[in-house]
């Protein structure tokens, strides 16, 4: 998903500010922790290439009455600065929510909480549980988010890109096998100082996955207005998280991450928020899980792919709302 969050700031409402907490994780990084409202606690996953605080304008309105955290995964958002110690970067990020759970439990006294995660947050999720249970968690909403990345014999066409995993997925291959030689350099690699054609390819991707993620016209207009960069200007601009998106991108295309094996443990009360023209999960293949869960609903929204905050956002925002509420 685009990154859409600005940096100027947001008048909040007192005394409810947006501040950033750090949470020391198993590895003793500090990793930064938005939080914002009053009440009881509330974690929210983001998706990949998307900054935690993008949630703000679908919480807002909810800060009285819940205390929002918005963790910011390594690599992204105010954590852009943080490099991964493995590989596995989904593994990674399911310990790094055990950290921040642990952290909100402490200072909140809830045993267990609301979670919200959607796309790669989501998946985040899938591993959590199989590694840690459920015992944190009141109840959880899933945001289009499958829990199987490749396309499986019992499982075809459910993976990322539906039928289409191949194809994209062989892009992707081509794309980091070019890349490989500044990733793989001693020193980091200044996105200015890469040829400019592997400059490009990498915009594309970005610009590519990213309208794959939305189904409605308004967003793909936005999409492809803030995507939009003149020649002259890809040669100076920077870009500080190419190298981390790729190196995730290398894992999704090289790890099985199946967490199907974890389904029927998760029974806590569960809602699949689900875009209903999703391009990188289908919609079908997603209402499967409602009978693989044992305390699970669906609900659809007929007008919007994968990145639902984008093309249904008053949708969204109720579904939350009522998520919280229940």
Not at 175 to 194: G, K, M, N, S
Not at 279 to 290: D, G, H
Request: neutral net charge.
């Amino acid at each position: 998903m685009i990154s859409l969050y600005e940096k100027d700031l947001i008048p909040f409402p007192t005394p409810y500010q947006l501040k950033t907490i750090t949470v020391q994780t198993a590895d003793g990084t500090l990793l930064p922790v938005s939080v914002i409202g009053k009440g009881k606690p509330v974690l929210l996953m983001h998706a990949f290439g998307m900054d935690a605080r993008q949630f703000l304008p679908f919480i807002l309105p909810l800060i009285q009455h819940y205390c929002f955290y918005l963790p910011h995964f390594r690599g992204f958002g105010l954590a852009s600065n943080l490099t991964l110690p493995t590989f596995d970067f989904i593994e990674q990020y399911a310990q790094d929510t055990q950290d921040v759970f642990e952290y909100v439990s402490k200072e909140t006294g809830f045993e267990a909480f609301p979670v919200a995660a959607i796309s790669m947050g989501a998946l985040v999720m899938w591993a959590y549980f199989q590694r840690f249970g459920t015992q944190r968690v009141s109840h959880y909403l899933n945001i289009d988010q499958a829990p199987i990345i490749h396309n499986q014999p019992d499982w075809q066409g459910g993976g990322v890109f539906g039928t289409r995993q191949t194809e994209l997925f062989a892009q992707f291959t081509r794309l980091i096998t070019d890349t490989a030689p500044y990733l793989q350099a001693e020193q980091v690699v200044d996105f200015r100082h890469l040829p400019y054609r592997l400059k490009v390819n990498l915009l594309d991707m970005e610009r590519s996955f990213s309208l794959l993620s939305v189904s409605s016209k308004p967003s793909q207009l936005l999409i492809k207005a803030l995507s939009y960069r003149a020649p002259h200007k890809i040669s100076l601009m920077e870009h500080a998280t190419w190298q981390h998106k790729l190196r995730c991108l290398s894992a999704y295309v090289a790890l099985p991450y199946d967490y199907r094996d974890v389904l029927p443990t998760v029974n806590i009360p569960t809602t699949l928020l689900i875009g209903a023209r999703s391009q990188l999960y289908n919609a079908e293949w997603q209402q499967r899980l409602t009978s693989l869960l044992p305390n699970a609903h669906s609900i659809i929204l007929s007008t919007s792919g994968h990145a639902v905050p984008m093309d249904a956002p008053v949708s969204f925002y109720k579904v939350l709302k009522e998520f919280l509420n229940a």
